[in-house]
Structure formats: C-alpha cells, structure tokens
C-alpha cells in the first residue's frame, strides 16, 4: 500500500517505528522500496557522497530535481521526501515555494529544509499551499560555516530549551515532520513526547518515532570518517538487499540504535 502522510501518523501513534533511508537513483530506490523502507530520502548529502563535495552547499537546485525523478521512478510505495538545497528556500517563503514546487514536479511528496524558528513562516506558507514539510532541526549541516564544524547540538540547557521551542513552534506552523540531527537521546525523546506529528532522528537515540541514515554509510562504502550514530548493516549478510532488510528489521524492533550509537 502507498505510504502517505496520514501512514506516518498513524505508525507515531500505533508506536510503530518509521524507517528512512537517504536514496539518490532509481535502482535503490526499487531496492528500498521493496525490503520495506517507509520514506526514500533525497538529502543533499548527495553532495558529499556521490559528488565528493566537503559539505552539502554547492548542491544545485537542477541536481536535486534530477536525482528526485530517478528515485521516485524506481519507487512504488514510499514516500518519496527531497531536500531543498542551500540557497534555494532561506531567502523567502516565495523562493522557498518556488523551489519545492519543482521537487513535486519530480516526484517528491513532501520536502525538507533545515532550520528552527527562523523558517516558521516558510513552513506555514509551503503546508497552506499543498506541499508538506518536514523540518530538520539539531545539526544542519547547511550551517557549518556557523558551527565552525559538524558538532553535536542542544547540549546546553539553553540550547535544548531553544530546540523544544522550535519544535512545537515548527509544529504549529504546520510541518507534518520534524527531523532531529546529532541530538542528545533524552532531549530528542522530550521533544517526541511533545510532538503529535512524527519524528525521525540520525544521531538522536532509540527514543524518537522513526531512524534515517545515510545509505552510503549504512552499506560501508563511504570512505570518509565513520560518525558515532551510523552502523554497517552488510556486516553479517551477503547483498545489499539482505543489509536493507536488516536496517528495516532492527529499526523496527528498536534494536538500531544501541546506546553506542547515541549521544
Ligand atoms: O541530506 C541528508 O542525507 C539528510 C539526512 C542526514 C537527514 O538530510
Ligand atoms: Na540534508
């Protein structure tokens, strides 16, 4: 059966948990597809692991638009969810529409931008004109000139009040998901038990409604440095479709992620 908006709401409230995977073709598309991931991923993370990019930012508008139809040409019944690239949605609503209108031409179902209180009213104008979004809350990594480097967010009590506030706030506004990076486990649990929208986190403990991952990471082929929060599920199978199985069966079952993969 398609998996929709009103399927992921239901899971959060049934307490099943939602599996994501970041998805860039049509072949693994297919392959997700059918080992049982719920939502297919089109992050700006292609920038670093297929283009060799240092960071998400030379990410084009074009490329996320062409790699949105090969996914969702590959893809039956996820839920086909694409990034909006640096750039193309900080500046306005109106940009940001712009923009996410041609994710949808491509396939995608819903869109995802990075930020907190800052895109509440970009969030609202996009979910009242027929296109739903999921925030990216935590570590942005659109933000890592601000950071000065891929650091783990809401450590401070300020930040994790900051963070809470958003999330309600992105709630408010209309967002039909809110996604958490590199967060402490029990802050990301706070804000899942304050949400009634789902949540998905990487890097954000067990205690959140659904696990994305990288899917270059989860299959061990990206060479860079091996983050905390991301485990190789090909250890132990013998294809890439029995590694796709395994990530669905352990974050279902709330065995992905260990207490080693949080913060
Ligand atoms: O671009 C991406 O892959 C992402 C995930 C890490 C959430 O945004
Ligand atoms: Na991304």
């Known amino acids: 059966m398609k998996t929709t908006i009103t399927t992921l709401q239901k899971m959060k409230q049934d307490g099943q948990k939602i599996v994501m ?18 939502i ?24 996320m638009v062409y790699h949105t139809g090969c996914v969702a040409r590959g893809n039956r019944e996820a839920l086909v969810l694409a990034d909006l690239p640096f750039g193309a949605y900080q500046q306005s609503p109106q940009q940001a529409y712009e923009n996410a209108a041609k994710l ?35 570590l942005q990594p659109q933000s890592v000139n601000v950071y000065g480097g891929f650091k ?3 450590k401070t009590q300020h930040e994790a009040e900051v963070l809470k506030r958003d999330a309600l706030a992105l709630q408010q506004a209309g967002a039909a998901m809110v996604l958490m990076e590199m967060i402490p486990a029990d802050l990301a649990k706070t804000v899942t038990e304050s949400l009634s929208v789902p949540t ?26 091996k983050a905390r929060f991301v485990k190789n599920f090909m250890h132990g199978v013998s294809s890439i479709q029995g590694a796709f199985e395994s990530y669905v069966h352990e974050v279902r079952a709330a065995t992905f992620p260990a207490q080693e993969h949080s913060y």
């Open 40 to 63: 297919l991923l089109i992050g700006d993370s292609l920038g670093n692991v297929i283009q060799g990019q240092t960071s998400t930012l030379p990410v084009t508008m074009d490329q």
């Open 21 to 38: 995977l970041t998805c860039y073709d049509a072949s693994f598309a297919t392959l997700m597809d059918e080992a049982g991931v719920d």
């Open 200 to 225: 998905i986190g990487i890097g954000a403990g067990v205690d959140v409604d659904g696990q994305v991952l990288v899917v270059y990471d989860m299959l061990g082929v990206f060479p860079g440095k």
């Open 104 to 138: 949808m031409a491509a396939g995608a179902e819903m869109v995802k931008i990075e930020g907190g209180m800052v895109m509440v009213e970009t969030v609202a104008f996009l979910a009242a004109r027929g296109i739903p979004v999921c925030a990216h809350i935590g």
């Open 152 to 154: 783990i967010q809401g």
